[in-house]
């Protein structure tokens, strides 16, 4: 199962670019890597998902090297309405063999 | 189109007594996971149904149960609340197709006393 890593917090100024990065070594070739946002009593929000190479939406990019180890979520110009836990999710939703595992979450704050 | 709806919000139980929790899926959504949350041990996946049928399970004590119903609708249940429980349960629905979003309730905030 591919177990995923992710700094516990991070602190950042509003307008500036924020950067997480995720280290999932055992990523299997089916997994794909994606990011939820949670608001304090809120479920997770689906951010981005990618499967190799970056993504980008109207939120976020993501980007993913080649040998898949890691990835990185990109939210440019953050806001103090950003700040929010940051996970990382690895694997293939809907697969019949897919655990679900989160990671421990990052915990951006965004400062004013 | 109405999100994931999660029923009741919020709950007390007493230890020993059982609960049952709601969650009604997005419409067209045949996938729904089960989540407990604490600050402990983060999001945990407790079980996923699709199509009425348990498709996968988490590390969960068999007090931990769920069913799906035909119309998608998914119920859990845990039984012998322990103080342990006392958590945030989610569920999340997606359509059901390989690398899905996943779509989350609010949750259902249950504490144990």
Same mark, same amino acid.
């Given at each position: 199962?591919?177990?995923?890593?992710? @700094?516990?917090?991070?602190d950042?100024?509003?307008?500036?670019e924020?950067?997480?990065?995720?280290?999932?070594?055992?990523?299997?070739?089916n &997994?794909?890597?994606?990011?939820?946002?949670?608001? @304090?009593?809120?479920g @997770?929000?689906?951010?981005?998902?990618g499967y190799?190479?970056?993504?980008?939406?109207?939120?976020a990019?993501?980007?993913?090297?080649a &040998?898949?180890?890691?990835?990185?979520?990109?939210?440019?110009?953050?806001?103090?309405? &950003?700040t929010a836990?940051?996970?990382?999710?690895?694997?293939? @939703?809907?697969s019949?063999?897919?655990?679900?595992?989160?990671?421990?979450?990052?915990?951006?704050?965004?400062?004013? | 189109?109405?999100?994931?709806?999660?029923?009741?919000? +919020? $709950?007390?139980?007493?230890?020993?007594?059982q609960?049952t $929790?709601?969650?009604?899926?997005?419409?067209?959504?045949?996938?729904?996971?089960?989540?407990?949350?604490?600050p402990?041990?983060? $999001?945990? %996946?407790?079980f996923? +149904?699709?199509?009425?049928?348990?498709? #996968?399970?988490? #590390? %969960?004590?068999?007090?931990f149960?769920g069913?799906?119903?035909? #119309?998608?609708?998914?119920?859990? #249940?845990?039984?012998?609340?322990?103080?342990?429980?006392?958590?945030? +349960?989610?569920?999340?629905?997606?359509?059901?197709?390989?690398?899905?979003? $996943?779509?989350?309730?609010?949750?259902?905030?249950?504490?144990?006393?």
């Amino acid at each position: 199962l591919a177990k995923t890593t992710q @700094p516990i917090s991070m602190d950042s100024y509003e307008g500036q670019e924020v950067n997480i990065t995720c280290s999932h070594n055992n990523i299997a070739t089916n &997994d794909y890597i994606t990011w939820y946002q949670q608001f @304090p009593s809120q479920g @997770p929000r689906f951010i981005i998902q990618g499967y190799k190479t970056k993504v980008t939406n109207e939120v976020a990019s993501l980007f993913i090297p080649a &040998d898949r180890k890691s990835s990185t979520l990109s939210l440019p110009r953050v806001s103090l309405s &950003d700040t929010a836990v940051y996970y990382c999710l690895v694997g293939a @939703p809907s697969s019949g063999t897919y655990k679900y595992i989160f990671g421990t979450g990052t915990r951006l704050k965004v400062l004013a | 189109k109405a999100g994931v709806t999660q029923t009741p919000r +919020y $709950l007390i139980k007493t230890r020993g007594q059982q609960v049952t $929790l709601s969650c009604s899926p997005i419409s067209g959504h045949r996938s729904v996971s089960w989540y407990q949350q604490t600050p402990g041990q983060g $999001l945990q %996946f407790l079980f996923e +149904y699709f199509s009425e049928t348990q498709r #996968n399970k988490g #590390n %969960f004590p068999g007090r931990f149960s769920g069913r799906q119903f035909s #119309n998608s609708r998914s119920e859990m #249940n845990v039984s012998t609340l322990e103080l342990g429980d006392s958590a945030l +349960y989610l569920c999340a629905s997606s359509p059901g197709q390989v690398g899905g979003e $996943l779509f989350f309730g609010e949750g259902s905030r249950l504490t144990v006393l």
